[in-house]
């Protein structure tokens, strides 16, 4: 399978704790993206990758979330110290896409990691 | 800011009837807007993009900028057509970034 892949696909964990997810783009898509879906609705955009480099974030990525993209290929999102409003399914997308260039090239989505925080 | 409205959560059809899922946006500049579909246990993916003006599965949508609209509909629907659809928006600025609706589910009946 060349598509996006995230690890893990489920992840339960208690109100306090921290999780990390981990999203492989498809190998020649430089651009990443996050984002998260609670239940009844659409994704709503978390950050966006452009290489290694974090290039926008959303105001939803309180303090307590933190991603990477160290080599510009997988990136992870962290959470620390969970709550139970973090629960939902967390997306990652990549795409092609020049630096620099405002341009929209179609992005691929993985299958998600659903998150529920007890 | 940027947002995206779709009034429908579930709409229910039957097999050959004509479909439309309604889709409104609200942005000050000029956006590109998508559906994107996600069918049962699969990933979500790209059905069209206004600019690209194509049918696909037999959809087509129109962006109405008078109206702020991009519905998309099928003029005979078909059971494999039974998913969640997405409308979504990248404003003019952003990389790539999309806002997208709360989703419609279409089911189409036998």
């Known amino acids: 399978d060349t598509g996006v892949s995230q690890d893990p696909r489920h992840k339960i964990t208690k109100r306090g704790q921290n999780v990390t997810f981990r999203c492989d783009p498809i190998?020649?898509?430089?651009?990443l993206y996050w984002y998260r879906q609670t239940l009844g609705q659409g994704p709503e955009f978390l950050t966006y990758f452009q290489n290694e480099a974090q290039l926008e974030k959303s105001r939803l990525l309180s303090d307590r979330f933190s991603a990477e993209r160290p080599k510009g290929s997988f990136s992870t999102l962290e959470i620390q110290r969970t709550e139970q409003g973090d629960s939902a399914m967390y997306l990652c997308a990549s795409s092609t896409g020049l630096a620099g260039a405002n341009s929209y090239n179609e992005q691929f989505f993985g299958p998600g990691t659903r998150l529920t925080v007890l | 800011a940027q947002r995206v409205t779709q009034p429908e959560k579930l709409l229910s059809v039957f097999k050959g009837a004509p479909v439309e899922l309604k889709c409104n946006y609200s942005y000050s500049g000029s956006p590109e807007l998508f559906w994107y579909v996600q069918y049962s246990r699969q990933r979500l993916q790209l059905l069209l993009r206004?600019?690209s003006r194509e049918s696909i599965k037999g959809f087509t949508a129109d962006l109405n900028k008078g109206e702020t609209s991009f519905h998309l509909k099928k003029p005979f629907a078909q059971e494999e057509d039974s998913a969640m659809y997405y409308c979504?928006?990248?404003?003019?600025?952003?990389?790539?970034?999309?806002?997208f609706g709360q989703g419609t589910i279409l089911t189409v009946h036998p």
């Open positions: 190998s020649e898509h430089n651009r």
């Open positions: 979504a928006l990248r404003g003019g600025t952003s990389y790539g970034k999309l806002t």
């Open positions: 206004h600019i």
